[in-house]
Structure formats: structure tokens, C-alpha cells
């Protein structure tokens, strides 16, 4: 009988379908400090994925959010354009110290912007992580991810307090700061760490 592979997936990026004996196929690198800055969260504008979660369960959600990234109460914080390919497969992370007065959530999404600026998330939804208030460290593991990164093309991670309907947020307006923010990509093992700009 014909051997099958056990893993059959799609590289996005390229969108070409590959098989494979395991898979993820990367490990994580050295995080990549992305400095930090802050946001005003205000309960009564939150993000908006738009649709309502009744269409959610029916269509696929938009994969250009850029539109979101341009929002004040969004944090957006880029790595330099690749000089080179850069294949990732695995979970990336994010970690960063937040200091925000109140409890809340915070919610981090990964995207490949291209050099026209416009973008394709990552990962179908993105991570939330509850904020007990004050200053606390924050690990987000962002959904699975099997993507090449173009030349020209850069990593960015988007930061924001609020992402509805998916996700619930505080009901309190807050200033909230992130500092220290660092990625780590799952870098597929054929490749040198510095292939990564940064």
C-alpha cells in the first residue's frame, strides 16, 4: 500500500500544499525585543471584528485587520522588512510586562504586512490573557501557524485591550502601558537565527 504522510498542511504565504513526518516544524529562537508604548481603552468603542458571532460561526473572518491596527486604543510594534525568506511553523509567543490601573484583558495578534502596507493575520483568532491590575508579566501563545514570510515583508504584533465579539473586555477607561515586549517565532530548523531581522 501507498505510504501517506501523517501531516498534510498549507503553507500561507505561498499557499502551497506540503507534507511532512511531524509537524510543527520549528523551534523557538531568541525573543525579539520589540520595545513596548501604551493605549487608551475605551469600554465604549471596543475593537470590532465586525459581523456579529452568529456570522462568525458561518464566514471566515477578514484577513487584512490592518484597518484595526490604525485604531488608537491598538498598539502595533513592527520588526525591520526580511531581507530574506523566513518560514515559521509552530506557535509564536508573545511576552510582555503590562501596568494598567484596573483589571482587564489583553489581547495580541501576530500579521505579515506587506510593503504596500496591507496585511494578513496569522492565526485565526488571537490570544487574551486576564490583567489582574497594576503591573504583571504576560505570556500570549498564539494560535498554530505555518507561514513564509516574503522578502520585503515584516512581522508585526498588535496589542489592544479589547477584541468583541470574540472576547470580553474591562468596562473601566484606562491608560495601559506595555513594556518590554518580546516575539519569539517557531523558525523551522533549516534555518540560521539570523534570518530573523531585529
Given at each position: 500500500?501507498?505510504?501517506?504522510?501523517?501531516?498534510?498542511?498549507?503553507?500561507?504565504?505561498?499557499?502551497?500544499?506540503?507534507?511532512?513526518?511531524?509537524?510543527?516544524?520549528?523551534?523557538?529562537?531568541?525573543?525579539?525585543d520589540l520595545g513596548g508604548?501604551?493605549?487608551?481603552?475605551?469600554?465604549?468603542?471596543?475593537?470590532?471584528?465586525?459581523?456579529?458571532?452568529?456570522?462568525?460561526?458561518?464566514?471566515?473572518?477578514?484577513?487584512?485587520?490592518?484597518?484595526?491596527?490604525?485604531?488608537p486604543d491598538v498598539l502595533?510594534?513592527?520588526?525591520?522588512?526580511?531581507?530574506?525568506?523566513?518560514?515559521?511553523?509552530?506557535?509564536?509567543?508573545?511576552?510582555?510586562?503590562?501596568?494598567?490601573?484596573?483589571?482587564?484583558?489583553?489581547?495580541?495578534?501576530?500579521?505579515?504586512?506587506?510593503?504596500?502596507?496591507?496585511?494578513?493575520v496569522l492565526g485565526l483568532?488571537?490570544?487574551?490573557?486576564?490583567?489582574?491590575?497594576?503591573?504583571?508579566?504576560?505570556?500570549?501563545?498564539?494560535?498554530?501557524?505555518?507561514?513564509?514570510?516574503?522578502?520585503?515583508?515584516?512581522?508585526?504584533?498588535?496589542?489592544?485591550?479589547?477584541?468583541?465579539?470574540?472576547?470580553?473586555?474591562?468596562?473601566?477607561?484606562?491608560?495601559?502601558?506595555?513594556?518590554?515586549?518580546?516575539?519569539?517565532?517557531?523558525?523551522?530548523?533549516?534555518?540560521?537565527?539570523?534570518?530573523?531581522?531585529?
Amino acid at each position: 500500500a501507498k505510504q501517506v504522510p501523517p501531516v498534510t498542511i498549507c503553507r500561507s504565504g505561498v499557499w502551497q500544499w506540503e507534507t511532512h513526518g511531524h509537524w510543527p516544524l520549528g523551534s523557538h529562537r531568541s525573543p525579539l525585543d520589540l520595545g513596548g508604548g501604551s493605549w487608551r481603552h475605551d469600554p465604549d468603542h471596543p475593537l470590532w471584528l465586525g459581523g456579529s458571532s452568529t456570522d462568525l460561526a458561518f464566514a471566515d473572518p477578514p484577513l487584512d485587520r490592518t484597518h484595526l491596527d490604525a485604531r488608537p486604543d491598538v498598539l502595533s510594534l513592527d520588526l525591520p522588512p526580511a531581507e530574506s525568506p523566513i518560514r515559521i511553523s509552530g506557535e509564536p509567543v508573545i511576552e510582555l510586562a503590562v501596568t494598567q490601573e484596573s483589571p482587564g484583558t489583553v489581547v495580541g495578534w501576530l500579521s505579515d504586512i506587506a510593503p504596500d502596507g496591507t496585511g494578513l493575520v496569522l492565526g485565526l483568532w488571537p490570544h487574551c490573557a486576564r490583567h489582574p491590575g497594576g503591573t504583571a508579566t504576560l505570556r500570549l501563545q498564539l494560535a498554530p501557524v505555518h507561514h513564509e514570510l516574503a522578502p520585503g515583508h515584516r512581522f508585526r504584533v498588535s496589542l489592544a485591550s479589547s477584541y468583541a465579539p470574540i472576547y470580553a473586555h474591562a468596562r473601566q477607561e484606562q491608560q495601559v502601558s506595555a513594556h518590554s515586549v518580546a516575539l519569539s517565532l517557531p523558525l523551522e530548523t533549516s534555518q540560521s537565527e539570523t534570518a530573523i531581522p531585529g
